[in-house]
């Protein structure tokens, strides 16, 4: 059973996310990345997976952020796990209980881990996934990757959605671009969003050049 993209519009692309798959979530300084995370560890709440957040910032802050989009934790305390990390070197039994894994900043937790460790890391993540079920997600930030380290962590993951922005005539264009995904293919476009804080709005009929 995978994990739904309950997002309208990008669900009729990518139904759901593959139970045990890795998948990257990308992008620059875009609040929108870190919704869509928190919007699968949403559902997957719901549906009574076990939830795993690894952060690296204060879990107060991840608190207020699900407190402000509509979620109570204390409901879900059971299921609902968070680690506060500076570093990641290892897998460090995260996961194990299957369900959801979703690593936030993992660019930033593995900045200081030289390439040829990173490669047998995300190796291990990927293997945790197939053994124990578990979903893995990897929210990534672009330009805090070496070029090199960013393709191996695009080339061993099962799928990268991208979240991309730039300016236009009429303001900040956003759009979604998934240049792999779990079952082998890839989407050719740019999905227009629009993102007010506390929903993803996709637009499947504008074109973004």
Do not use: C
């Not at 990390?85 to 299957?98: F, L």
């Not at 740019?190 to 050049?209: Q, S």
Request: no cysteine; charged share 25%; aromatic share 8%.
């Amino acid at each position: 059973m995978g994990l739904p993209v309950e997002v309208p519009g990008l669900d009729t692309i990518i139904p759901d996310v593959g139970e045990g798959r890795l998948v990257v979530v990308e992008s620059g300084p875009d609040p929108a990345k870190g919704f869509f995370v928190r919007q699968l560890g949403r559902t997957a709440l719901r549906l009574g997976w076990p939830v795993s957040f690894v952060i690296s910032r204060d879990r107060r802050e991840l608190d207020e952020l699900f407190t402000a989009e509509g979620t109570q934790l204390p409901e879900y305390a059971e299921q609902f796990n968070v680690v506060e990390q500076d570093a990641i070197h290892a897998v460090d039994g995260y996961g194990q209980q299957g369900g959801l894994l979703a690593i936030d900043s993992f660019s930033f937790l593995t900045l200081e881990l030289p390439g040829d460790r990173l490669a047998p890391l995300l190796r291990s993540l990927r293997d945790l996934g197939r053994d124990r079920k578990t979903t893995v997600v990897l929210s990534t930030d672009r330009g805090m990757f070496s070029p090199s380290a960013e393709a191996v962590t695009s080339h061993l993951a099962d799928g990268v959605i991208q979240f991309h922005g730039k300016e236009a005539t009429e303001g900040i264009v956003r759009f979604i671009r998934i240049p792999k995904w779990t079952n082998g293919r890839w989407v050719d476009r740019n999905i227009y969003y629009e993102f007010d804080g506390r929903r993803i709005a996709i637009d499947l009929r504008r074109r973004v050049l």
